[in-house]
């Protein structure tokens, strides 16, 4: 019996379509190199290190204050996954892993701090695997979910005003922006309203949190992009509006994603370069967005970096006192049948 011709069509896809994707992302590579040679040609580098060594006190601790709060709210993330996963762990010792995991993943790739870490901190406080996917995916959806209705009532407000050198206009992103707000009202009335609870997909369980919950996750991912943003801000020397920085912010994020560059370097400056020229000098807007990156990617790398370590060793000695315990447990189960003799 032959294969249809549709079949045989999508077969041909399937497998042609690694080779297709590898292609557009090594174009898109090449688009972004460029982007960033001609950024780096044109930027006054004088510029940049005096907006460095010119921050204030004031404007270090306001940029800071706000990412320690974005850090706070995204480790909440997690214990939203705490809910969603069933599982007992205390808030204690979820707050600490979570920042690890941010850290990491904001830092090195999702890959590294999303997952990896995530499933060998957890795994180490005894949680199953099954339940470390749900805690994953938990966190994956609040933080997007936050990113797609809060960037959708952006667009749709007309907050950002794209470049003229922008391939999208400002009615196409007001579009953008109703399309997501749609979906973010499709899947609270999902969350709330839909009889089917749950998917199974490629083996993987999926279910639907709970209405109050998906408010929760709404609420949580958007606040935490805004405080993301008033890092910027505060960078910018807020010489930018804090609307136009956040709207900037949810474009270059999403560049980010699709160039899969650790971090956005680069990426992420060359956005706010295009959005802002016309209120800020290229040199500032970089000088800004190192100080941003230094605020709130390495510095806390750091002290995750420290967390981590701890949090291995906190790991190793729970491990060795099971070890000890458990003879003992065998041993009494051992002596049980011959006193009952």
């Not at 939203?80 to 069933?86: M, N, S």
């Not at 099971?322 to 011959?338: F, I, L, N, Y």
Request: charged share 15%; aromatic share 14%.
């Amino acid at each position: 019996m032959t294969a249809s011709a549709p079949a045989k069509a999508e077969s041909g896809w399937k497998r042609r379509w690694p080779l297709i994707k590898k292609i557009l992302t090594y174009v898109f590579f090449i688009l972004v190199a460029g982007l960033l040679i001609g950024l780096a040609r044109n930027v006054d580098w004088n510029e940049v290190y005096n907006t460095l060594r010119n921050y204030n006190a004031k404007t270090l601790w306001m940029a800071g204050a706000a990412a320690f709060a974005s850090y706070v709210v995204y480790c909440f993330f997690d214990v939203l996954g705490r809910q969603y996963a069933k599982h007992n762990l205390p808030i204690r010792q979820i707050l600490p892993v979570t920042f690890v995991c941010y850290a990491f993943n904001l830092n090195l790739s999702a890959w590294v701090g999303g997952i990896a870490l995530r499933f060998r901190l957890y795994s180490r406080f005894g949680l199953k695997p099954a339940q470390i996917t749900r805690v994953f995916t938990m966190s994956v959806l609040t933080n997007w979910l936050g990113y797609i209705w809060l960037a959708g009532l952006i667009f749709v407000l007309g907050w950002i005003t794209p470049p003229d050198s922008w391939e999208i206009g400002h009615t196409a992103l007001r579009v953008l922006g109703g399309a997501m707000l749609a979906f973010a009202v499709v899947y609270l009335w999902a969350c709330g309203f839909s009889k089917r609870r749950h998917w199974t997909i490629r083996k993987h369980e999926i279910h639907l949190p709970s209405l109050r919950l998906a408010v929760v996750q709404m609420l949580l991912g958007a606040t935490n992009w805004s405080l993301m943003a008033l890092v910027v801000y505060f960078m910018l020397s807020q010489k930018a509006p804090y609307p136009e920085v956040l709207g900037i912010l949810m474009i270059s994020s999403i560049a980010g994603v699709v160039a899969h560059i650790p971090a956005g370097l680069g990426v992420i400056e060359a956005v706010f370069v295009a959005a802002l020229a016309d209120d800020m000098s290229k040199g500032a807007i970089v000088g800004g967005l190192i100080g941003y990156r230094v605020v709130y990617f390495l510095v806390p790398l750091f002290f995750a970096t420290i967390v981590y370590v701890v949090l291995e060793a906190g790991a190793k000695k729970l491990r060795s006192r099971q070890d000890s315990t458990e003879p003992e447990t065998e041993d009494q189960a051992e002596e049980q049948p011959r006193t009952a003799t």
